[in-house]
């Protein structure tokens, strides 16, 4: 008898236990599209009062439009910076989730100028997505544009400032995150209290201490409930260098 009432409260605690912990949510598509531009293509579209943060535009939205149908001028953009998934160990750093993604190149004749990344995800995690340009003469990432929530928003990135408070945009030295990294805790550390993901996405331009080499730009997705594209404009310019070389060129008289 004893035996039987053991069993019985054994069912029951298990039965409970599944009732308590329902299986996981199933998971949900995203996609992020990417494209990076000169500065000057990218200030074409806009007017002085749309140079403000967090704001939408007109221009923005033309921007957009452009990028989606491939009618930019192939010469306004920098295909050698490609949006990539970063190694799981570093993701875990970013406090990642580990996805699986499907990636295509943009720029292909008569197709969007976005790279496109497609995976699925846990809503409420977030993933964490890596543009390390190969060409050397295009360094500081100085705009950003970005979409989540909404329509296409204009950012300026910034380091924190004194009050502490939330950026989309950041500027972090590089080897400071590449340290951190190391370490696995630069979520923790540092960007969990920093960044502002209230858009669904934000930017951490890892700032090259190197003055001739570029910035890194590591995008942070937040998963939404729902399926959800994601779109971010990386704006590059020319660093300004006060120490360059002389050039080695005679000066004609």
């Given at each position: 008898?004893?035996?039987a ?48 943060q ?33 190694r ?17 190149p ?61 950026m ?26 920093n ?23 590591y ?35």
């Open positions: 008898m004893r035996r009432i053991a069993r019985w409260v054994l069912g029951a605690a298990a039965l409970l236990g599944a009732l308590g912990h329902p299986d996981a949510a199933p998971a949900v598509e995203y996609k992020l599209l990417v494209a990076s531009t000169f500065e000057q293509s990218f200030t074409s579209f806009l007017k002085a009062g749309d140079l403000q967090g704001k939408a535009s007109p221009g923005l939205a033309r921007l957009e439009a452009d990028l989606d149908a491939g009618r930019l001028d192939a010469g306004a953009m920098l295909f050698d910076r490609r949006v990539q998934p970063v799981e160990s570093i993701g875990r750093a970013y406090g990642g989730a580990r996805v699986v993604p499907r990636l295509r943009g720029g292909e004749p008569g197709g969007p100028f976005w790279d496109e990344v497609t995976w699925e995800g846990t809503p409420g995690e977030h993933s964490v997505w890596l543009v390390a340009p190969l060409l050397r003469q295009i360094q500081e990432l100085y705009n950003l544009a970005l979409s989540g929530s909404g329509p296409l928003r204009y950012f300026q990135p910034y380091t924190v400032p004194m009050n502490n408070g939330r989309t945009g950041l500027l972090v030295p590089l080897n400071y995150l590449w340290f951190h990294e190391e370490r696995g805790n630069v979520w923790n550390k540092y960007l969990a209290k960044l502002d993901l209230e858009q669904g996405i934000g930017v951490v331009t890892g700032v090259n201490t190197n003055a001739q080499f570029p910035d890194q730009a995008l942070i997705v937040k998963h939404a409930e729902a399926p959800t594209t994601y779109k971010a404009v990386l704006v590059w310019r020319p660093r300004g260098l006060d120490r360059e070389a002389p050039s080695k060129t005679p000066i004609p008289k």
